[in-house]
């Protein structure tokens, strides 16, 4: 069974930095690229970043970019997102999930990190 | 950037069908997948290149993509069904993946 469980979500003051990790299980986590998705309180799913399965390919979205760095280390079957300069616009839960192979969506989602940017 | 346009919310009585729309410029020449997400649940994708239901799903769950428009169909609605149901795609000249921003489905 694919698990994926995150962790390191916090409450964080503007300006701060914090670094989330997802930890993945039930699968060959090397072969599949991987996602970090958020949802901001009463709002809907933000796509964050995406990483490629040898971490070689990075993407991010343009709310984030140059902010966030998404890495992985697969002898740790471990994915992670530093978050840096943070604003109130960046709270939220963070999802990790795992790409399908390839076909551009995510086929399991773990179940959240709760970011909270406030003073 | 692509934007996917979605109705904030739809409502249906228990047994009748529920239409969700997902709009986005030529949508049809892109491979939509839509995800449901229950109250204090992570999401669940319920279907993927534009048709395909993974296990587990049942088939009363369907999608469609044509045009400008992608679909999803819930019929004989149950109250399970009760959930927010985001459509999304990916962009392929910014490889970012986008979601549209998603429907709250209300069973009467």
């Known amino acids: 069974e694919v698990q994926l469980v995150e962790s390191g979500g916090v409450v964080v003051q503007p300006g701060g930095s914090l670094r989330l990790s997802c930890a993945g299980s039930?699968?060959?986590?090397?072969?599949?690229?991987m996602h970090w998705v958020r949802h901001p309180p009463g709002k809907g799913l933000e796509w964050v970043s995406l990483?490629?399965?040898?971490?070689?390919?990075?993407y991010y979205a343009d709310s984030v970019k140059g902010r966030f760095t998404i890495s992985r280390d697969n002898s740790k079957n471990s994915l992670y997102l530093q978050m840096n300069s943070l604003t109130p616009d960046d709270s939220g839960l963070y999802y990790c999930?795992?790409?399908?192979?390839?076909?551009?969506?995510?086929?399991?989602w773990g179940q959240g990190t709760l970011v909270t940017v406030s003073s | 950037s692509y934007v996917l346009t979605q109705p904030p919310s739809v409502s249906v009585a228990p047994g009748k069908t529920a239409t969700i729309t997902c709009g986005g410029n030529?949508?049809?020449?892109?491979?939509v997948h839509w995800y449901q997400q229950r109250p204090g649940q992570a999401p669940v994708v319920v279907i993927y290149?534009?048709?395909d239901r993974p296990s587990g799903i049942p088939e009363r769950i369907s999608g469609s993509n044509s045009g400008h428009t992608a679909t999803l169909t819930i019929s004989r609605v149950e109250a399970g069904d009760e959930a927010d149901y985001y459509c999304?795609?990916?962009?392929?000249?910014?490889?970012?993946?986008?979601f549209g921003g998603g429907t709250k489905l209300t069973v009467l």
């Open positions: 999930a795992k790409d399908d192979s390839g076909s551009n969506y995510c086929d399991h």
């Open positions: 030529d949508i049809e020449t892109k491979s």
């Open positions: 999304q795609v990916w962009d392929s000249d910014t490889d970012h993946r986008v």
């Open positions: 990483i490629s399965w040898n971490g070689d390919s990075t």
């Open positions: 039930g699968f060959t986590f090397d072969d599949y690229a």
């Open positions: 290149h534009d048709s």
